[in-house]
């Protein structure tokens, strides 16, 4: 029984991680550069259907990754290899993994949810011709661009850290 929890524990946290970082990719590297090209009307509808759901979405699968992730650490045995941090290369790389995957949770939350909020707030105003608005708009996708790029770097360092674990 406890061979099956442990499965099924790291089953869950492997594929709410691809599902997460793979989500993220995704978003960045197909959905908003085909949002992007669609024109003004059309893209805010699309927009305001996608953006709330997609970032609930991504925003859940961190939360079961991370929580299935602790978990796997505890149901795998592994949990006593943590106190030699400084020289077992699991504990490292499970550390600073989890450290990542944390700080791009906390990326979601702290700076994607309220700029995709203050995005679809801004478009009925920009689209109506209210330049401030349509400026604040430029900031606000700069500000999700530089975020994504920040998430690109992070993504790919917590797959490398996993892999790393995976193999120690």
């Known amino acids: 029984m406890d061979e099956l929890f442990r499965l099924l524990v790291q089953f869950l946290h492997v594929l709410s991680g691809i599902l997460w ?6 978003t960045l590297f197909v959905q908003a550069p085909a949002l992007l090209a669609v024109p003004g009307p059309a ?3 699309a927009l305001a259907q996608i953006a709330p759901r997609q970032v609930s979405y991504l ?5 079961i990754t991370i929580a299935t992730g602790v978990l796997n650490v505890f149901a795998s045995g592994k949990a006593g290899l943590l106190q030699s941090l400084g020289t ?3 504990a490292i790389a499970i550390v600073f993994g989890g450290a990542l995957a944390v700080i791009l949770l906390g990326l979601g939350h702290a700076v994607i949810k309220p700029s995709v909020e203050k995005l679809l707030a801004l478009g009925p105003r920009a689209a109506s011709g209210d330049p401030a608005a349509g400026f604040e ?3 606000v996708m700069d500000r999700l661009k530089r975020v994504g790029q920040a998430q690109i770097v992070l993504g790919l360092a917590i797959i490398a850290a996993m892999v790393t674990a995976r193999l120690s």
């Open 21 to 26: 970082i793979g989500g993220g990719f995704y």
């Open 43 to 45: 893209r805010g509808a």
């Open 59 to 63: 925003l859940r699968l961190g939360e």
């Open 88 to 90: 077992s290369r699991w």
């Open 137 to 139: 708009m430029a900031g």
